[in-house]
């Protein structure tokens, strides 16, 4: 079954970090890009990041010089690695992976940050 799984979502303080993962299972192939994108409570879902194949990378503008996406294509993993955090970055995060055949959706983890 063709499926993402994400994990690395929790509660942290202002100013401070997480690590999300995602990986794709083998059954999605092909894979010319993975991306996080990230829905907050009354708001449209966002981009946050996206990674190519061949390593190049896209950013929204509110994240920009504080979250880096990074990828192991060996593996279909990609990483979000999420530093200065502020409560306007609470939201579901949800990774995602393109292919020929069409976009696939994990079911998202939970970001909360909050004093």
């Known amino acids: 079954q063709a499926q993402l799984v994400e994990s690395g979502g929790g509660l942290v303080q202002p100013g401070g970090s997480l690590r999300l993962s995602c990986t794709a299972s083998?059954?999605?192939?092909?894979?010319?890009?993975m991306g996080w994108y990230r829905q907050a409570p009354g708001k449209e879902r966002e981009l946050v990041a996206t990674?190519?194949?061949?390593?190049?990378?896209n950013y929204g503008g509110s994240v920009k010089g504080r979250f880096t996406i990074s990828s192991d294509s060996a593996k279909n993993m990609v990483f979000l690695q999420m530093n200065s955090l502020t409560p306007e970055d609470t939201a579901v995060y949800y990774c995602?992976?393109?292919?020929?055949?069409?976009?696939?959706w994990g079911q998202g983890t939970q970001v909360t940050v909050s004093s």
């Open positions: 083998a059954s999605i192939f092909s894979i010319y890009a």
């Open positions: 995602n992976a393109f292919t020929p055949r069409g976009t696939y």
């Open positions: 990674i190519a194949q061949e390593g190049r990378t």
